[in-house]
C-alpha cells in the first residue's frame, strides 16, 4: 500500500478493464487508507476496493497479481495462484530480495524488461539461480522482444507468466517524451535555453 502500489494500480486498471483489486501489506491500518484513497481516485480504478485477510484470500481469484515491496523473502505462496495468473513484479531490485517464490518462477513464462538487469539485480530471478531452481534459460526473454513480435508471450489461457521489471532507462526517457508532448499539447510548462 506504499506509493509504488498506488501508481501500479492506476497503471494496470489504464491497461485492462479491472472490476475488483484486493489490496495485501504487512500493515493493516496503511491498507485500509489506502483503499480509502484509491477509491476516491475516479477512472479507471474500480471502486471494488478491500484490504485482503491475507495474500491467499487476495490471490484465490486474481487475475492479475502486482508486488511492489522490498521484502527479503516471497510474499505469497505458489501453491495461491490460480491458473492463468500473471505477476508483475516491480519490487525485490537488489539480489537479495524476493517478492516471488522460487516456484512460481519456475513455472512461469518469465519476460524481463532487459535480461542483463535483471540478472544483476532482481532477487526473484538471483536466488532461484542461485538454489538451481532454475538456470538462466528461464528467462523467455525481453518484454521488447514481445512487443516486436520476436518472442511469443503467454500460450495458453492456464498458463501462469511473469514480467520482472528492474526498471531501464530507455523506459524513464520514453515517459519523459511522453510528459514533454502532453505539456507542449497543453501549452504547459517553460522553455528554457541551455
Known sequence: AGAQGRTQLEAICTVRAIEKAWVVDANREAAQRY??????HGLPIPAALAVASDPAEALREADIV???????????????????AHVNGIGAYTPQMQEVPSATVAR???VVDSRAAAL???????IPLQDGTITAAAIHGEIGEVAAGLISGRQSPEEITFYKSVGVAVQDVAV???ILRRAT???????VEL
Open 35 to 40: 483503499v480509502e484513497e484509491m477509491r476516491g
Open 66 to 84: 502486482c508486488t511492489a515491496t522490498t521484502s527479503a523473502r516471497p510474499v505469497f505462496d505458489d501453491a495461491d495462484l490460480k491458473p492463468g
Open 108 to 110: 512461469a513464462r518469465v
Open 120 to 126: 544483476a539485480e532482481a532477487g526473484d530471478l538471483i
Open 176 to 178: 519523459a517524451e511522453l
Open 185 to 191: 499539447e497543453l501549452g504547459l510548462g517553460l522553455e
